[in-house]
Structures are given as C-alpha cells and as structure tokens.
C-alpha cells in the first residue's frame, strides 16, 4: 500500500517552454501532497506544499508564479514549471500524506527534467 | 525553525559489518523522525521510523534508536549486504514544521562484497 506514481519520469523540454508533472496516490486519499526538488548529490529541498482544493504555500525562494501547483483532487497534484529554463533542470520529486497531522510521507519516483 | 544534522557523509563497510548512521534535531517539539533510503535515479523510500514516545524500534536488520533529551537518532544496519548500497537520508518532523519533514543532508552507503 501507500503507492504514489509520478508522470512523466524524465523530460526534456526547449528553453522558455512549460513542462506539467503529474503526482498520483494510487491507493489512498492525501490530504497533503509535497512537491521537492533534489540537486545532484544534495538533499531534498521542499518547494511547496499543497492541499486538495485549496492554494499551495511556498516555502521561501521559490517562485509561486514560475512553479504552479494544481491540488485538484485527493489523489492528483500536478507542478507546471512555467517558461522554463536550464537551471530549473532538476530532479523533482513529489511526496503524499497518508492524514493531515500523522506526517508520514510517501514518495514518488521523481520526475528528471532536462532543459536545453 | 528545526535542522537536521547528518553524519557521516559517506560510509564504506564489507558486506556483513554494520553501519550506523547519526543525526542530531535542534527543535524538541518534533516528535517523528523517519529514515529513507533513495536509490539513484529514484525516489525516497521509506524504512523505517519512530515517534518521540519510543526509544527503540526494530525491523528485521534495520533499527532506530531516539534519544530525546539529547536530541539525535541513529539508523543501524546489521549484516549489510551490497543492496544496502544507497542513500540514506533522515528528517524530522513535528507540529511545529506543520507536518513538513525537515531532512538531513544524506549519507552515502556503500557496502563492497
């Protein structure tokens, strides 16, 4: 159980395109939902995180308006990385909670994106 | 706000030793301190995790230890085997990070046949 899938695993996408990833829980209902992101041979930095049906919070640094977050469901979160560019290439992995307050993530298999 | 603090940064061992890695959390509200191991090219995954009412928890070769009034936790495996091969990282976490992990910088197991 507790299985959370990322779509698309790896992207390469053009200079000042949008890229969409999606996070899906496939076997429970998150309440919360975190989107990271995760440098060569560095830790898991948290970007945002985000509640179905409402707006997500930012964690500070990070660009709200570059990096869209969409929590439409209880089981789909999606990051749009808007007019992207070679330094958002990254490793960007998303995580769900099983219940709000118990803290116990579960991790997708992240998303490589590549921008040339 | 909380930090994590990992070490070591890397760990060599021969498969069949044990590796024991060490973190330290500056908040005492936190009250959940998980351990993942990441694979490269993957994402997290979790192996295991103790809550602040706990001292110990086991799990087949795989134990943590929490010490509360010191603040750090520890991740030991015994009888390490190449798959154990990864990164390993630990967080915390409690009410006042929101239920945010807060994650320490990782370590780098390697376990040689």
């Known amino acids: 159980g507790a299985v959370v899938s990322q779509h698309p695993s790896w992207v390469i996408c053009k200079s000042g395109t949008s890229v969409k990833i999606e996070c899906r829980s496939l076997d429970f209902q998150a309440t919360t939902m975190f989107w990271y992101r995760q440098f060569p041979k560095q830790s898991l930095m948290l970007m945002a995180t985000s509640n179905e049906g409402s707006k997500a919070t930012y964690e500070q640094g990070v660009e709200k308006d570059k990096f869209l977050i969409n929590h439409a469901s209880l089981t789909l979160s999606t990051l749009t990385v808007t007019s992207a560019h070679p330094e958002d290439s990254s490793f960007y992995i998303c995580?769900?909670?099983?219940?709000?307050?118990?803290?116990?993530?579960?991790f997708g298999p992240g998303t490589r994106l590549t921008v040339t | 706000g909380e930090n994590v603090e990992q070490h070591p940064s890397t760990l060599s061992v021969q498969e069949g030793d044990s590796a024991v890695i060490k973190c330290t959390y500056s908040d005492s509200a936190s009250n959940y301190f998980p351990w993942y191991k990441q694979e490269l090219g993957k994402g997290p995954q979790l192996i295991i995790d103790i809550r602040s009412n706990v001292g110990e928890k086991k799990d087949q070769r795989i134990a943590v230890t929490l010490n509360k009034t010191a603040k750090h936790f520890s991740l030991h495996i015994t009888e390490t085997q190449p798959e154990d091969s990864a990164v390993y990282f630990c967080a915390a976490s409690g009410s006042n990070q929101g239920g945010k992990l807060i994650f320490g910088q990782g370590t780098e197991l390697s376990v040689k046949p």
């Open positions: 995580s769900a909670a099983l219940l709000a307050g118990v803290y116990e993530q579960y």
